[in-house]
């Protein structure tokens, strides 16, 4: 699996967006950003591919009222493109299954919890109304599901006496920034398979011994 030509949909201010877009002026990733997609006329995102002269394009709910007919939309955009990697990056639509047949297991999203746990919205609220000593963040495959698909990539992120909302979230997102271009580099080289909903990553080594506790265990 592999996707060198990748466009980004984003709705808000672009901050994953702009955490991919290092990693590709870096050298890390070795792909092309062929275009950011945007429903908000007025989005973040839509400013910082400007900044690096990446062509955008703004399709509103206005212009597309019914969901299939706007997922068609994006698909003759990404396929003018040439895209072959869909990253979702704060993008508020639900996708209908006409756009994900159209790029199966071609599309990924980042969410900020530990999935399977707390899919949906407000995240952090409901992990520190559940008492949870870890929270994190997930990149996963897109599937007909609410953030149900194959997960590539997590991050955790202990939850602190006192927490609030904002404080946690400030801490997953720094996770997101790391992962989600992590994510989109194992695409990118070839060693992303997916087996059923298993996510195998090819010449992953992952110390079996690290594990972490909160609050932490002596001895």
Same mark, same amino acid.
């Given at each position: 699996?592999?996707?060198?030509?990748?466009?980004?949909?984003?709705?808000?201010?672009?901050?994953?967006?702009?955490?991919?877009?290092?990693?590709?002026?870096?050298?890390?990733?070795?792909?092309?950003?062929?275009?950011?997609?945007?429903?908000? $006329?007025?989005?973040?995102?839509?400013?910082?591919?400007?900044?690096?002269?990446?062509?955008? +394009?703004?399709?509103?709910?206005?212009?597309? =009222?019914?969901? +299939?007919?706007?997922?068609? +939309?994006?698909?003759?955009?990404?396929?003018?493109?040439?895209?072959?990697?869909?990253?979702?990056?704060?993008?508020?639509?639900?996708?209908? =299954? !006409?756009?994900?047949?159209?790029?199966?297991?071609?599309?990924?999203?980042?969410? =900020?919890?530990?999935?399977?746990?707390?899919?949906?919205?407000? $995240?952090?609220?409901?992990?520190?109304?559940?008492?949870?000593?870890?929270?994190?963040?997930?990149?996963?495959?897109?599937?007909?599901?609410?953030?149900?698909? =194959?997960?590539?990539?997590?991050? !955790?992120?202990?939850?602190?006496?006192?927490?609030?909302?904002?404080?946690?979230?400030?801490?997953?997102?720094?996770?997101?920034?790391?992962?989600?271009?992590?994510?989109?580099?194992?695409?990118? +080289?070839?060693? $992303?398979?997916?087996?059923?909903?298993?996510?195998?990553?090819?010449?992953?080594?992952?110390?079996?011994?690290?594990?972490?506790?909160?609050?932490? !265990?002596?001895?």
């Amino acid at each position: 699996m592999s996707g060198n030509t990748i466009a980004v949909l984003a709705s808000g201010g672009g901050s994953n967006l702009q955490a991919i877009i290092d990693e590709v002026e870096s050298g890390r990733i070795l792909c092309k950003v062929a275009v950011v997609i945007s429903d908000q $006329v007025d989005a973040g995102a839509l400013a910082r591919a400007k900044e690096h002269k990446i062509p955008t +394009e703004v399709i509103t709910k206005a212009d597309y =009222p019914v969901r +299939e007919e706007y997922d068609r +939309e994006v698909i003759r955009v990404l396929k003018g493109y040439g895209v072959e990697l869909v990253v979702l990056a704060g993008f508020m639509r639900i996708l209908s =299954p !006409v756009i994900i047949e159209a790029f199966p297991l071609k599309i990924i999203n980042i969410h =900020p919890s530990l999935l399977p746990s707390f899919p949906g919205l407000d $995240v952090q609220e409901a992990a520190l109304k559940a008492g949870v000593r870890f929270s994190g963040c997930t990149v996963h495959f897109i599937d007909t599901g609410v953030d149900t698909g =194959p997960i590539i990539i997590q991050a !955790v992120v202990p939850v602190l006496n006192n927490d609030t909302v904002r404080e946690l979230s400030i801490r997953i997102l720094k996770e997101e920034h790391r992962i989600y271009p992590e994510a989109v580099r194992l695409i990118v +080289e070839g060693r $992303v398979t997916v087996k059923g909903q298993q996510v195998m990553i090819n010449d992953s080594k992952v110390d079996a011994e690290v594990s972490l506790t909160n609050p932490p !265990v002596k001895g």
